[in-house]
Every structure is written in structure tokens, then in C-alpha cells.
């Protein structure tokens, strides 16, 4: 497990499943160990890893039921608009696709827009041990050091409406800490209002703001202890 999340080195990876998600899902992510799983009703996604990664998981006689009753782009609409880097995970054989009304050219057709006009990443999986697998795996590859300064999340305008000269220096500060942008910045300081209360913040109120993972945590408390 240390070595397919480095992160997880001092702080467990905190999961959170959807309360509708089956029990075998929780099972294979307890079997990995160091992490913490809370179940609950999530209003988007199926699968929420540290803050970082939102995720949809159908299978295959869901996604083709998701899509008769209409639920299904109403819920990738909501996974879009969140703050939080979202995919859909599609798990099943493609010999199930033969169980369904649909043809392979309308379920093409579907999953194409996802991809494009979403602009959703929908991935393959053939069993729930796999998906597992995949989720950590994509988990771990948006978190690595060379994407952890890219910006996944729409600028916020809390400080643009607020005529103060100070929010500017105090945004610079923290975005000199590694792993914290500009656009984390302000998320820290929207959610704690000051720097005193951000560096004195306990690690587990800075895992709740979006896009602040357990190794900008880290290196965060490090540099403050030095």
C-alpha cells in the first residue's frame, strides 16, 4: 500500500463511500490498510479520495438503466460543476452490454459524450477488485508531485470582491509553501480567514478544503516544525 500512495506514509488515506455503494467495495480497500473509510450519502459520486478525486462507479446494468430513467447526465452535470477532479469508472464485460437493450453503437455514442462534451474521463473495469485497483491508481497519479501545482479547480472570487490590499500578501505567502497555489491559497484562507489560523490548523481541518491532500499537508506541517 506505502508504495502505490507515497502520501500515505504518516497520514491514512481518507475514503469516502456512498452509503448505496456495496459492501465488497469497502471490504477491498480495507484489505490494503491505512485508510480511513466513512460511509455516507455523498450528493455527487460514488467514491471521494482525500478531497482530491471525485468518483462515479456504474456497472454496466446500472449505467444502462442510469440511462432510461435519466439520471445518468444529470448526475455527470453535478460531477462537472464540483471543485473536486471527477471521473466515471464503468465496471463490467462487455459480453453485458448483450443483456441490455442497447445497441454497441448507442452505448458508444453515450460515452462519447461523456468524454467530449462532459469532458468527463470515463474509465473500463471488468470486476470490483479492479476497480479498486484503477481508483487508488488514479488516486495516485493526479496527486504526484509533477500535477500537484497544476490548477484543477476554477478560480474562486471570494477575494475579488473584497477591497483589501492585505488578501494579496497573504495569498503570496502561501502559495510559497510547496503544493499550495494561488488557488489554494485562497481556498486555505476562505475557509480560516487568517494565516495564524491556517498554520495552527490541525491536519485534519486542512484535509477538508478541496483540492489539499494529505502530502501538501505534510510538507506544510514540516516546514512549520522547522
Given at each position: 500500500?506505502?508504495?502505490?500512495?507515497?502520501?500515505?506514509?504518516?497520514?491514512?488515506?481518507?475514503?469516502?463511500?456512498?452509503d448505496?455503494?456495496?459492501?465488497?467495495?469497502?471490504?477491498?480497500?480495507?484489505?490494503?490498510?491505512?485508510?480511513?473509510?466513512?460511509?455516507q450519502?455523498?450528493?455527487?459520486?460514488?467514491?471521494?479520495?482525500?478531497?482530491?478525486?471525485?468518483?462515479?462507479?456504474?456497472?454496466?446494468?446500472?449505467?444502462?438503466?442510469?440511462?432510461?430513467?435519466?439520471?445518468?447526465?444529470?448526475?455527470?452535470?453535478?460531477?462537472?460543476?464540483?471543485?473536486?477532479?471527477?471521473?466515471l469508472?464503468?465496471?463490467?464485460?462487455?459480453s453485458?452490454?448483450?443483456?441490455t437493450?442497447?445497441?454497441?453503437?448507442?452505448?458508444?455514442?453515450?460515452?462519447?459524450?461523456i468524454?467530449?462534451?462532459f469532458?468527463?474521463p470515463?474509465?473500463?473495469?471488468?470486476n470490483?477488485?479492479?476497480?479498486?485497483?484503477?481508483?487508488?491508481q488514479?488516486?495516485?497519479?493526479?496527486?504526484?508531485?509533477?500535477l500537484?501545482?497544476?490548477?484543477?479547480?476554477?478560480?474562486?472570487?471570494?477575494?475579488?470582491?473584497?477591497?483589501?490590499?492585505?488578501?494579496?500578501?497573504?495569498?503570496?505567502?502561501?502559495?510559497?509553501?510547496?503544493?499550495?497555489?494561488?488557488?489554494?491559497?485562497?481556498r486555505l484562507?476562505?475557509?480560516?480567514?487568517?494565516?495564524?489560523?491556517?498554520?495552527?490548523a490541525?491536519?485534519?481541518?486542512?484535509?477538508?478544503?478541496?483540492?489539499?491532500?494529505?502530502?501538501?499537508?505534510?510538507?506544510?506541517m514540516?516546514?512549520?516544525?522547522?
Amino acid at each position: 500500500m506505502s508504495k502505490l500512495l507515497k502520501s500515505s506514509y504518516f497520514l491514512p488515506l481518507h475514503v469516502t463511500i456512498d452509503d448505496r455503494e456495496p459492501a465488497d467495495m469497502e471490504n477491498e480497500f480495507l484489505k490494503m490498510g491505512n485508510m480511513i473509510i466513512l460511509r455516507q450519502r455523498l450528493t455527487a459520486g460514488d467514491y471521494l479520495f482525500d478531497g482530491d478525486l471525485l468518483i462515479e462507479r456504474k456497472t454496466i446494468p446500472d449505467f444502462c438503466s442510469s440511462i432510461k430513467d435519466g439520471r445518468l447526465f444529470g448526475q455527470t452535470g453535478r460531477l462537472v460543476r464540483g471543485q473536486v477532479p471527477a471521473c466515471l469508472i464503468l465496471e463490467g464485460k462487455n459480453s453485458d452490454f448483450k443483456k441490455t437493450h442497447f445497441s454497441s453503437r448507442a452505448i458508444q455514442g453515450i460515452l462519447l459524450s461523456i468524454s467530449l462534451a462532459f469532458r468527463l474521463p470515463v474509465l473500463r473495469t471488468k470486476n470490483i477488485k479492479e476497480t479498486t485497483r484503477v481508483m487508488l491508481q488514479s488516486f495516485k497519479q493526479l496527486t504526484r508531485d509533477r500535477l500537484e501545482n497544476q490548477r484543477f479547480y476554477p478560480r474562486t472570487t471570494f477575494f475579488k470582491k473584497r477591497n483589501n490590499p492585505m488578501l494579496s500578501q497573504k495569498i503570496h505567502i502561501l502559495e510559497g509553501f510547496p503544493g499550495i497555489g494561488a488557488d489554494k491559497a485562497e481556498r486555505l484562507l476562505t475557509k480560516f480567514g487568517n494565516l495564524r489560523a491556517v498554520f495552527t490548523a490541525d491536519p485534519g481541518e486542512l484535509l477538508q478544503v478541496p483540492g489539499i491532500g494529505k502530502k501538501t499537508v505534510e510538507t506544510l506541517m514540516e516546514i512549520l516544525k522547522k
